[in-house]
């Protein structure tokens, strides 16, 4: 499968702890996206990569919030210090530079703080 | 002016029957107007988009009719199949800013 690939899929948490989730984009795509979707709710911007430098993150993106790209390849997003509004599902996207309005999502990693 | 309005929230359609989801936004800086479909359990996935320079796209059941001076996008999904209950979002994007409508939940009755 040549797909975007998440990992993992489910993440069941205590408040307070830290988690990190990694997306493998499609290979030859140089841009990569993390989304976070609640309930109901269309996906909302987190941050942007173009290959490994992170260009764009969004105000939704709290101190508690890292992500990273090494080498252009995989990335991974922490949050530390869990808490209850955190749970959501989280998306990761690729595209390529040109034409880049075409997303292609993973199946996310759903992530649940008790 | 970011924000993008999506109607109906949920829809429910016979099989064979015309579903039809409507979308609004503000910002006339977005130039692309894509489609998503997102199954229980799955990421969003592309299903067609149109810029604004045309005012209809075509793609198989699936039509997007768009009104630039309305600042309005719409979905047409002909001869609805049960296959299709899926989430349909709306988007709107301008360089790396994609922003999407809250969702459209259609059921299609067999």
């Known amino acids: 499968d040549t797909g975007v690939s998440q990992d993992p899929r489910h993440k069941i948490t205590k408040r307070g702890q830290n988690v990190t989730f990694r997306c493998d984009p499609i290979?030859?795509?140089?841009?990569l996206y993390w989304y976070r979707q609640t309930l109901g709710q269309g996906p909302e911007f987190l941050t942007y990569?173009?290959?490994?430098?992170?260009?764009?993150k969004s105000r939704l993106l709290s101190d508690r919030f890292s992500a990273e790209r090494p080498k252009g390849s995989f990335s991974t997003l922490e949050i530390q210090r869990t808490e209850q509004g955190d749970s959501a599902m989280y998306l990761c996207a690729s595209s390529f530079s040109t034409g880049g309005e075409k997303l292609f999502f993973g199946s996310g990693t759903q992530l649940s703080v008790l | 002016q970011q924000q993008v309005k999506q109607s109906p929230q949920s829809l429910i359609v016979q099989k064979g029957g015309i579903s039809i989801i409507n979308c609004a936004y503000e910002?006339?800086?977005?130039?692309?107007f894509p489609w998503y479909q997102q199954f229980p359990g799955k990421g969003p996935a592309l299903l067609i988009a149109?810029?604004?320079?045309?005012s209809e796209k075509k793609e198989g059941r699936f039509t997007i009719s768009f009104n630039k001076s309305a600042k309005q996008f719409s979905l047409h999904i002909m001869d609805s199949q049960p296959g299709d209950s899926a989430t349909y979002f709306c988007?709107?994007?301008?360089?790396?800013?994609?922003?999407f409508g809250p969702g459209t939940r259609l059921s299609v009755l067999p």
């Open positions: 149109i810029r604004p320079d045309v």
């Open positions: 910002n006339t800086a977005f130039d692309y």
């Open positions: 988007a709107a994007n301008y360089g790396q800013n994609f922003v």
């Open positions: 990569f173009q290959n490994e430098a992170q260009l764009e």
């Open positions: 290979s030859e795509h140089n841009r």
